[in-house]
């Protein structure tokens, strides 16, 4: 477990709410004090920025990190028979399995830029499995919002429900987030709830999900509309599309985060608006597996706040937070043929502080005074594909690759420095993930 650390970070350009600003961020305990040093914070040490570049750390608000060993599986298959295949690499998992790819994945998202991730856990009824993921993002330092996966309808095809092996009764499920609660005390890693799809719940198990979600104050993160298969079953089984059998069932509300969403059409917009929904919009692996493009630019002229996600190696191949910034942005242009949409503050934002209200923490997109220290350097000089430097957002959104993050802070202590986990030998575990063959 890493604990609060205490430092000023000098000679750097800080993005604000305001912009960009040279200046100096002072850490003490964890937390950003002030953005200016002052005789008082003397006795800190200090870190020399080299004229970079700080940003507040990015959130990735969706992947799954079991599958950082599953990169290339399925390629080309569709949606339903890929969730199939890596459905049984799912099943068969390890705890060894599943640690070394946490590690893996966790380890390539701080190399990214990114110090905040939702994880978005498959149901398991596998302590043993939990234990090895949490253990694996504790040695990364990483900050970490762990889905626990949750279903109560059972169906071995994947259409109207989930894989039975993967299943366990709901009481239980719960029962084991409460018991994980009380063993991440006072660590960086909290827990969410994930819910595969709308169709691996009844209302009932809604019901009792909204319940439990609302009395502990938790995020539900929920897989809705990535192809047409959540409307075509919902209108099938259950006589309406999914968004309103969603919120038939209540399972809509600020707390709520629907991931995809590419097939969210003018009324479920206005739902989710409605609602205060937030959407993970996961544009590499949208692309791969051939589902679509969200629309975008219409859940944020609705008033929906749209966050920014990889989704799981196995189906975007990286956990590169910057190459999903890029992506998100180029995607939208392409499709609307409007090369000044999803500019790098808007892109930013989505990043960082559009995840606020959904992860329960502040809103804003910037480095500012009160937040956790959780911050990205990044030093273009790193590499000379992105030199000059005319503009430092413009770069970091068309030219940057993990190649310019050199150092990242959570809670003020720098888990990543030079471009090198302080915490995980990065060569021994490319050795490991090896022998996995």
């Excluded at 290339?72 to 705890?95: D, H, I, K, N, S």
Aim: charged share 20%; aromatic share 4%.
């Amino acid at each position: 477990m890493g604990s609060p650390a205490s430092v000023v970070i000098t000679d750097v350009t800080v993005y604000t709410e305001q912009g960009w600003a040279p200046g100096e961020v002072v850490v003490r305990d964890g937390v950003v004090v002030a953005l200016r040093a002052s005789p008082e914070h003397a006795d800190l040490p200090r870190f020399d920025g080299g004229s970079g570049y700080l940003l507040p750390g990015f959130v990735n608000t969706h992947t799954h990190l079991q599958q950082a060993v599953l990169r290339g599986v399925g390629e080309g298959l569709p949606l339903l028979e890929w969730l199939r295949c890596v459905g049984e690499f799912t099943v068969a998992a390890t705890p060894e399995r599943t640690y070394l790819s946490a590690l893996a994945g966790g380890l390539e998202l701080l190399r990214s830029g990114v110090t905040t991730v939702v994880e978005h856990m498959w149901p398991s009824p596998s302590d043993e499995i939990h234990q090895a993921m949490i253990r694996a993002l504790d040695e990364l330092g990483i900050r970490v919002v762990l889905g626990r996966g949750l279903a109560d309808r059972a169906d071995s095809t994947r259409k109207w429900g989930l894989d039975p092996r993967l299943m366990q009764p709901l009481d239980e499920a719960l029962a084991h987030v409460d018991a994980l609660d009380k063993q991440l005390l006072g660590t960086r890693i909290s827990t969410a709830l994930a819910v595969p799809n709308p169709r691996c719940l009844t209302p009932e198990g809604m019901a009792a999900t909204r319940e439990y979600a609302q009395a502990t104050g938790k995020t539900v993160s929920i897989h809705v509309l990535e192809t047409t298969t959540d409307e075509e079953m919902c209108r099938l089984h259950a006589g309406a599309g999914a968004v309103d059998y969603l919120d038939a069932s209540g399972f809509l509300w600020d707390r709520t985060l629907a991931v995809h969403c590419v097939n969210l059409d003018a009324h479920g917009r206005a739902l989710f608006a409605e609602r205060g929904v937030a959407v993970s919009y996961n544009p590499v692996s949208n692309m791969r597996l051939g589902s679509g493009v969200a629309p975008v630019p219409e859940m944020l002229a609705a008033g929906i706040e749209v966050t920014l996600g990889v989704d799981g190696a196995a189906s975007n191949d990286t956990q590169d937070m910057l190459l999903a910034l890029r992506l998100g942005a180029f995607l939208q242009r392409a499709a609307n043929k409007q090369a000044d949409l999803l500019g790098f503050a808007d892109m930013l934002h989505m990043a960082t502080g559009a995840a606020g209200r959904v992860l329960g923490r502040p809103t804003r997109t910037g480095v500012a005074v009160g937040d956790r220290a959780d911050l990205t350097l990044v030093r273009f000089d790193r590499d000379f594909a992105c030199l000059p430097v005319l503009d430092p957002g413009a770069s970091l959104l068309t030219a940057a690759s993990s190649r310019v993050i050199d150092t990242v802070w959570v809670d003020g202590e720098a888990v990543i420095r030079d471009g090198v986990s302080t915490r995980v030998d990065a060569q021994d575990l490319a050795a490991r993930l090896v022998r996995m063959r």
